[in-house]
């Protein structure tokens, strides 16, 4: 008897079910969740309470009440109590930054030290500076703490703003030629004009003191992770938590046990900035080349010289983008740092918010994004600088233009700040005026004072009042019926759904995609995360928030995927999006809600649109690098097979760069969660933000703020794992390193 013919499937089939692959499984993976939402839905009664929503579950946040009371008023085994141990930590920065505030600001002999501890500090800046730089960074060193001696010993003031804005724009010359230094120039300029110079001088001698010390502390934890793998595995746990932890979380132990200041904010500051330092630390010592460590072996190099010599200088272009992260998160915190009275730019900002003088605030926060821009650029121009041959056959002049230039701005800055500060005192008209030099009114603008130590005083406040007042009356009706649309019958419906969402079946969820992408130990984690949610005491104040920002997400989405891909076209279009993204990435978040504000006042919409701005860069951005980084020999291989350019687009360019557009969805998530926070400010939204915002104000209820806060980064680590574990393994199957 002949053996039975194996018949194969049509390839049809096969085909399809190839196609419908990826349905079944995310239907075998909704299954249990439908399952538990059906009979939740249908029969209510079935379910305990306990396996609802737990929203009465508060042991957490009254145990972290106590805690921290505890932690602040009793002391621990009776030899120490902490909050005494915190202040005279804080102490400590207490006289750096009154240092830093005197050269910059107030100036005068405050001090009174004598010759000695000027010595000394002039000695140690100038070997701290020789140690890191050489000989240059050393003589800059002790020539800044020279000045420095100079003006406390012999009375003189403040450092004039004539001065700072000649330094700025040399140094932008010097790190990236004549349109770095007009960039500069004219912000730094900005700052003097409109009367915002001393409160942006403040904010600026506090990133001088903290960025250094983040940057420092970043390093070692980076260092002693790579050197020591115990100490890795607990970093970077704590590392993801600090990372994904809102910026409010961060003020609400300071200010229990350190109080209000400008010291409480600094060490807020600090403790932000860490992270990424000790990241890039990491990664710039690990990604140092085996050859490289060997050639330094073969040289014999002990172990102290293989760090200074070999591989420190092998890791300095990810060193100094550290650096440069470092001094971008320090001036962002110390703006929000206003919330625990830390003053600067951000102190003036949050009152005329919450007093809606939107004029004032955009001049304000106008003055903040040029700050950051000019910070930021100087940083990435620092960052990419690469060592010099200097041509030892020019004269001393022509091999050095900068500290000439650098030397006669400083000269000639301290001449006319003294004239015109002899000309304030002469009379004018039978009156001696030491404030005004001269006055000049401007269309739409305030008086203008110009001095040379002040700068001048211009307000646009009256132009931008009357631009609000306009949009308020004539684009009143349809921002209105936008609002009340997007309020009615999108925003309030997914917010009830999202509440409606009963843990357990959120959880199973959670676990079945987790068991997919990274297997039982992935699915453990995430269920852990959900069910930390469920049993923290805030779960209807997760899930309010969760919506929003996945809301955001979804906007986000719809408007950066097309503008990455329309940019990844070209290499103009990729460039001009470029600045544009990189423009937007370096503001401090407080400044998205003045145009929201501006346009919606406060609510659900107002938030949800200063999401959006914010968010949509790593969106636009992952989208085109993904593209961008498609292999161009698949490319041409579609191109020959007949495809046309929406058939290369659709077939091999997007499923490529997926994977990379899905871990821009994970960094949208993220910004999305950490201006949801921020935006709880402006009011009209519920949430984390207002449990935080509200323990901002009562000590009583700091340890609730501090839950609230993990429960954000806790949201954050869930998308996190689960997108990234889903990239990870997406491209191991397309053979994408």
Known sequence: MAAPVETEAPASIIEQLRRTRGWRMAL???????????IHQAAPGLFPDWLSKLGDFRFLPDWANEALLYLKDEELLGLFNLKDVTRTVSGWLEWPLELSEQLLISGGDSFGWGPVPWIVIIGLLAGIGALLGGWRLAALAGVCSLYLAMFNTFGWGAVPWVVLVGLFAVAGAKLGGWRLALLAGGCSLYLAVFGVWKDSMITLSIVFVVAPLAALIGWASGLAAVKAKWFEALLVPMLNVMQSMPHFSYLLPISVFIGIGDEAGAIATILFAVPPMARLTILGLRSVSPEVREAGLMSGCTRWQMLWRVEMPAARPQLLVGINQVLMQCFGMTVLASF???????LPLLNYLQSLRIGKALEVGVAIVLMAIMLDRLGQALGARRPEHIDMTKSWVARHPFWIAGSAVVAAGIVVARLTEYAALLPR???????????????????????????????????????????????????????DFMILEILFPMRDAFQALPWIGLLVLVAAVGWRFGGWRLAAIVA??????????????????????????????????????????????????????????????????IPVVMLFRVGPVAALTAIVIYATVPAVRYTMLGLRNVPADMIEAAEMSGCTRAQVLRKVKFPMAFPEIMLGMNQVLLFGLLLVIISAFIGGIDGLGDDILLARTEQALVGEGIVAGFNVAVIGLTADQLITNYARERKAQLGID
């Open 28 to 38: 075998l993976l909704l299954s249990p969740y439908l399952v538990i939402q059906i």
């Open 340 to 346: 625990v009275g830390t003053r600067g730019l951000g």
């Open 429 to 483: 008209g039978g009156i001696v005026s030491t404030d005004r030099l001269w006055e000049l009114r401007l269309p739409g603008t305030d008086i203008v004072v110009l001095d040379g130590r002040k700068g001048a005083t211009v307000s646009t406040e009256p132009f931008w009042e009357w631009m609000v007042d306009w949009v308020q009356l004539n684009l009143k009706s349809p921002l209105g019926h936008f609002r």
């Open 528 to 593: 852990a995360f959900v069910a930390y949610l469920a049993f923290s005491g805030f779960w209807i104040e997760s899930m309010e928030t969760l919506y929003l920002v996945v809301a955001a997400l979804i906007v986000s989405v719809v408007i950066g995927v097309p503008i990455g891909i329309f940019a990844s076209t070209s290499d103009r279009r990729y460039a001009s999006v470029q600045v544009i993204l990189d423009t937007f990435q370096v503001l401090p978040s407080f400044i998205y809600l």
